[in-house]
């Protein structure tokens, strides 16, 4: 039986994607291939290929979170700080069997850059918390430790800081596999230790057969 990978908002004209970028000339009994630039074939981008998170995935996933934090009462309140409230955001954890690692870390730098450009709270950046990270010998699984998380988030000397992890939940039958995944996010007053808030975005992958 033949399969395919589908993903719902990319079915319409993947299969004039792949037809652009020369992908499909093994089905005429052509072996060749070529090389493409993403400006040469509009939305090749666009067709799932395969039941793992690629990058238009996890930006979809950031994107809803960090849509619902900036309107959220929590934000609003950073917002009229005076001083204005400093924020950090921390590294989350990765509980997929992805290795989205790389992927991850540019994302944080995005949500960083887009809150920066917000302009309503400073952004400690999480490239220079390397080195107090290192120095407490805190891994990724201990930030969700409340209280190190906390003290870590005093000894930067930021008011809230951002984490979260990713995470996912598989299915297969006979002949359909469907991949779950997840992104949670938090915000959490470092004086108190308090949730102020948090939001999950999911989304969903599957290899079906192809009718």
């Known amino acids: 039986m033949k399969m395919r990978m589908l993903k719902p908002r990319h079915v319409a004209g993947v299969a004039a994607v792949l037809l652009g970028a020369g992908m499909i000339l093994a089905c005429s009994g052509n072996d060749e291939s070529t090389f493409v630039r993403g ?3 509009p939305g090749i981008d666009n067709p799932a290929m395969s039941t793992g998170l ?30 204005a409230a400093t924020v950090a955001i921390f590294p989350f954890k990765n509980e997929t069997t992805e290795h989205i690692g790389p992927q991850l870390q540019a994302l944080l730098s995005k949500v960083e850059t887009q809150m920066v450009n917000d302009g309503v709270v400073d952004v ?12 407490l010998k805190i891994q990724q699984s201990d930030l969700y430790d409340q209280a190190r998380a906390v003290e870590v988030g005093r000894r930067l000397g930021v008011r809230y800081f951002i984490t979260g992890k990713v995470y996912d939940s598989a299915e ?21 230790g308090k949730i102020e808030w948090q939001n999950e975005a999911e989304l969903t992958k599957a290899l079906v057969p192809l009718e």
Do not use: C, W
Not at 65 to 77: A, I, L, Q, T, W
Not at 124 to 135: M, P, R, V
């Open 54 to 83: 690629d990058k238009a995935d996890l930006e979809q996933l950031f994107a809803e979170n960090v849509e619902n934090m900036m309107g959220s009462r929590f934000y609003k309140g950073a917002s009229r700080m005076s001083p």
């Open 39 to 41: 400006d040469e074939v």
């Open 124 to 135: 400690i950046s999480h490239e220079n918390q390397k080195t107090l990270l290192d120095e």
């Open 172 to 192: 297969r039958t006979s002949d359909v596999r469907r991949v779950q995944y997840f992104l949670f996010m938090q915000a959490i007053d470092v004086e108190t």
